[in-house]
């Protein structure tokens, strides 16, 4: 699908009435949360029902019924169903791995400064109770070149470099890092390497393979750009590394193996793991492509909406994704506490939802598109934002 004349998507028929969004509010934050169609919410519906029917026969059946919407969302990223498992989110698989790789006194992990921050925090964590110590590789919010990146994140690797965590798109700026090529030149030097994908399932075409897509570890959300009910993730782990995952809980079912000693935490809630496959199912009704492409478009209309309109300047742009992220001018949101008081300010005055990170010199603001999503909303935000920030 190709964007018409003046970059302008066609919008997807009957896409928008999927969703139950407040009409008031301009849902421009699809990255964080996601928005769960509606046909997808009957079906988790159906799913809460039927547990509170017969409690005890649902949860007798439920690790077959786990592996079996296992089976189908990993055939949707061209896994082994056997190498997948399913979480919450890619912060709690997170916490799996790192807790799953020995690390002794002086390791290091190696991570960027453009890495979800609580991903980072997980790492300092796991170091700090292991003698190991992180180190961040700082990237410049300018420099769009792979072939620069590769080469600044290779030459922070040392003898001691254990783990790399990288983005395979990053939250605040909306980039690629863990490109295949630096994936195989650090598995060539022995680091074990752990994809950060929340945003590709969905968004980007998987294929993952017999492993887990040229990583050691690879961790994606689903309840984000694959309209599965929050919270959905994918852990999909490469090489030998199966029979060494520790779970986070034990459970009666810790004796199963991966990945059902990963996934099985016993009286939480499962359905939506079990109506995942109906996001995909979804998805593919309307045309993974034609989505992909009508988000990509609509979201770089959008930025440059933001640039012309507030004077915003857009960051480094990765083809395929449905994210654009623009910087502030000096001053604005260079603080934790400033960038959330810009959100609440952008939500209370605008009406609008979107992503503010902070940054030195200026914070970054991310903007998503969505089938639910118009032309119109980035325009008027690009208008109340240049006001906004002229306060």
Not at 17 to 46: C, E, K, M
Request: contains cysteine.
């Amino acid at each position: 699908m190709s964007a018409p004349a003046g970059g302008l998507p066609e919008p997807v028929p009957g896409a928008r009435g999927l969703f139950t969004l407040d009409p008031a509010v301009a849902h421009l934050n699809h990255g964080s949360y996601g928005a769960v169609p509606a046909p997808v919410q009957r079906i988790q519906a159906r799913l809460r029902a039927e547990q509170e029917q017969d409690p005890d026969g649902f949860f007798a059946d439920l690790p077959d019924r786990i592996a079996r919407a296992r089976a189908r969302v990993a055939a949707a990223l061209g896994a082994e169903p056997d190498r997948l498992a399913l979480l919450t989110n890619v912060t709690e698989g997170m916490a799996v791995v790192l807790d799953s790789v020995p690390l002794a006194e002086g390791d290091e992990i190696l991570v960027t400064d453009h890495g979800y921050g609580v991903v980072t925090e997980a790492a300092r964590r796991r170091a700090a109770e292991t003698g190991a110590r992180v180190r961040t590789v700082r990237l410049s919010l300018h420099t769009p070149d792979e072939a620069a990146v590769r080469a600044q994140v290779l030459a922070a690797v040392g003898a001691r470099t254990r783990i790399a965590v990288l983005d395979l798109v990053t939250s605040p700026t909306a980039r690629e890092i863990a490109g295949a090529p630096l994936l195989a030149e650090l598995a060539a030097r022995g680091v074990v390497t752990v994809v950060d994908a929340a945003h590709a399932p969905g968004m980007l075409p998987v294929r993952l393979g017999n492993g887990a897509g040229g990583a050691d570890f690879w961790l994606g959300n689903l309840h984000k750009w694959a309209f599965a009910p929050r919270a959905t993730a994918v852990l999909a782990v490469g090489g030998s590394w199966r029979p060494r995952i520790r779970p986070l809980t034990l459970s009666w079912e810790h004796d199963r193996g991966f990945p059902g000693r990963v996934e099985w935490r016993g009286t939480a809630d499962y359905t939506p793991w079990l109506a995942a496959p109906a996001g995909f199912t979804l998805l593919e009704q309307l045309g993974a492509e034609r989505v992909r492409a009508h988000n990509e478009a609509l979201v770089g209309y959008g930025a440059r909406q933001l640039a012309d309109r507030a004077g915003l300047r857009p960051l480094a742009v990765m083809p395929g994704v449905a994210m654009r992220a623009l910087r502030l001018p000096p001053g604005v949101a260079e603080s934790d506490h400033a960038a959330k008081a810009l959100m609440v300010a952008v939500a209370r005055r605008l009406q609008a939802r979107v992503a503010v990170r902070p940054w030195p010199g200026g914070g970054v603001l991310r903007i998503s598109a969505q089938l639910y999503n118009r032309p119109e909303e980035y325009r008027e935000l690009g208008c109340g934002l240049r006001d906004l920030l002229g306060r």
